[in-house]
């Protein structure tokens, strides 16, 4: 089975960009679906961007759609979130997930996680 180790979290300042990565090990990457999640303090696990096998499809939460771009070298078995002009409210611990079979956004059809990596935007 696949193992996710997200990577590339750190304190910015709004308005910056970042990118995170989600290395994979263990399976055949490119027959995972892939999903990014964030979740802010005291809140729920919320569903970000994911992304089909190849990365010919991709989908995003509506309130993120023009500031996160969600994509996989599947050669690498890396899959990233890149994010623009950041804010506050970005702030979270950020997830990538796995799943055999189509792109979801339901964080219950994810099988596969990773351990998070915390971003923090700074006002």
């Known amino acids: 089975q696949v193992q996710l180790v997200e990577s590339g979290g750190r304190l910015v300042q709004t308005g910056d960009s970042l990118t995170l990565s989600c290395a994979a090990s263990g399976g055949t990457f490119s027959d995972y679906a892939m999903g990014w999640f964030r979740q802010a303090p005291g809140k729920k696990r919320e569903y970000v961007a994911t992304i089909n096998w190849s990365g010919s499809l991709t989908y995003y939460a509506d309130a993120l759609k023009g500031r996160f771009t969600i994509s996989r070298d599947n050669r690498g078995n890396t899959m990233y979130l890149q994010m623009y002009n950041m804010e506050p409210e970005d702030t979270a611990t950020y997830y990538c997930?796995?799943?055999?079979?189509?792109?979801?956004?339901?964080?219950?059809?994810?099988?596969?996680w990773g351990q998070g990596t915390q971003v923090t935007v700074s006002s």
């Open positions: 997930a796995a799943r055999i079979g189509q792109a979801s956004v339901y964080i219950a059809d994810y099988r596969f």
